[in-house]
């Protein structure tokens, strides 16, 4: 494939359609997985249930408003955004007649990579750079239907990369690219930089989540002001992680908003 493909083109092989088979499984490491709190693999994870029921409300709602995009949003850091990104996605991803692409738009700390415990070849915002193929990015973890677009380093100044032209072509044709695939970003917070906004409007849907005492009630108002007010993004709705009350029976509690 030449450099500067389109996206379409380039992720075409390994899911134009949401059955076949990846070209090139990287394998996982579970323990790794189970570390970093991925547990959406496994089925027999009592957690992962908790996964599959956020996926239906997710899809339901996608579905009907022929969405494909969907970003996962926080006002503030470590509130679990990526952690529930990369679980959702393989919820997703175990629906025979979906798949689930992952892409880190968190150029800032990009972790999706180090939390799947593993590598590609070069970075998304090379690609987006016009530096190298996206197959060159793309992985296929050991999960039928789940591929992941990631960055191995940090990117200087991402909100000029995240508003430009480029990325939003790119992701208008990862979402023209193939009905049945839902397309998964992960974002940085809100409130610390414009990273997020930037690219916000060019993405169908969000689900914003919100740490138990990590973000100040000021912090979800101006959260949510962002996504409704500032961008065309429709807000599913908001996941309340590490609530203290649930923690055993389930950590995290969604509330739709009505899309
Ligand atoms: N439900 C949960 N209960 C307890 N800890 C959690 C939960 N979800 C995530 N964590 C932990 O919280 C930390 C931050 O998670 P994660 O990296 O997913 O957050 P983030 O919102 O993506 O952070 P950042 O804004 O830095 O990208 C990690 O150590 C993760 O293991
Ligand atoms: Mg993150």
Redesign the pocket.
């Known amino acids: 494939m030449e450099h500067g493909q389109g996206a379409g083109e380039a992720a075409a092989g390994q899911s134009s359609s949401a059955t076949s088979e990846p070209e090139r499984v990287i394998p996982l490491d579970l323990e790794h997985l189970e570390r970093?709190?991925i547990v959406a693999f496994n089925k027999h994870n009592l957690i992962s249930s908790v996964f599959d029921l956020l996926r239906t409300q997710v899809l339901h709602k996608m579905k009907a408003n022929n969405w494909r995009t969907l970003a996962v949003v926080?006002p503030?850091?470590?509130?679990?955004?990526?952690?529930?990104a990369i679980n959702l996605s393989m919820s997703i991803a175990h629906l025979l007649e979906r798949s689930a692409l992952l892409v880190d738009f968190?150029f800032r700390?990009p972790?999706v990579l180090r939390?799947l415990g593993t590598q590609s070849e070069k970075s998304l915002h090379q690609y987006l750079h016009g530096q190298c193929t996206l197959d060159e990015v793309l992985i296929h973890p050991q999960l039928p239907r789940f591929s992941v677009l990631g960055n191995r380093e940090p990117v200087a100044n991402p909100a000029e990369l995240l508003g430009s032209s480029r990325t939003e072509n790119f992701l208008q044709e990862l979402r023209e690219q193939n009905e049945e695939r839902i397309v998964l970003i992960?974002l940085?917070?809100l409130i610390s930089a414009d990273d997020a906004l930037a690219v916000l409007p060019r993405i169908d849907c969000a689900i914003m989540?919100v740490?138990n005492g990590l973000s100040s009630e000021q912090e979800v108002r101006d959260s949510l002001r962002i996504v409704r007010q500032m961008s065309s993004t429709q807000l599913l709705g908001t996941v309340l992680?590490?609530s203290r009350d649930e923690?055993i029976r389930n950590?995290?509690g969604y509330t739709g908003e009505g899309a």
């Open positions: 970093h709190r926080s503030t850091e470590a509130s679990g955004k990526t952690v529930l968190d700390r972790s939390y992960d940085p917070p989540v740490a992680n590490k923690q950590p995290y």
